[in-house]
């Protein structure tokens, strides 16, 4: 499952994918960090096959984090994660970037 790395919530696969981010996460990266970004490059080391401990090592002295993103697919894919685990779901509800009424017709 996903775990908190520093400002982000990272799943570990490959290639490592952002969940969530806290807003001071931008201040680390020139590309714009968001659900569904993953981590791309390290100080310009290529990290897409990486394992765990090997991001894991080259974020203790980073200064440099490049992310890329799928667009709107992954972010739709990361809100789906995090939503499954509120206890209660809103209606309407934003699912990533996607409002979504689960009642019939829509309010």
């Given at each position: 499952g996903p775990e908190w790395v520093g400002p982000l919530?990272?799943?570990w696969s490959k290639p490592a994918t952002v969940v969530e981010a806290l807003r001071n996460?931008?201040?680390?990266?020139?590309?714009?960090?968001a659900p569904g970004s993953f981590l791309a490059e390290?100080?310009?080391k290529s990290v897409l096959e990486a394992e765990r401990h090997q991001?894991?090592?080259l974020l203790q002295?980073?200064?440099h984090l490049d992310v890329e993103s799928y667009g709107l697919p992954s972010q739709i894919r990361?809100?789906?994660y995090l939503a499954q685990f509120k206890e209660t779901a809103e209606d309407p509800?934003?699912?990533?970037?996607?409002r979504i009424s689960w009642s019939s017709p829509c309010p």
């Open positions: 919530l990272v799943w996460v931008n201040d680390l990266s020139d590309s714009p960090v390290i100080d310009g991001i894991l090592e002295d980073h200064k990361a809100g789906a509800e934003w699912i990533g970037p996607l």
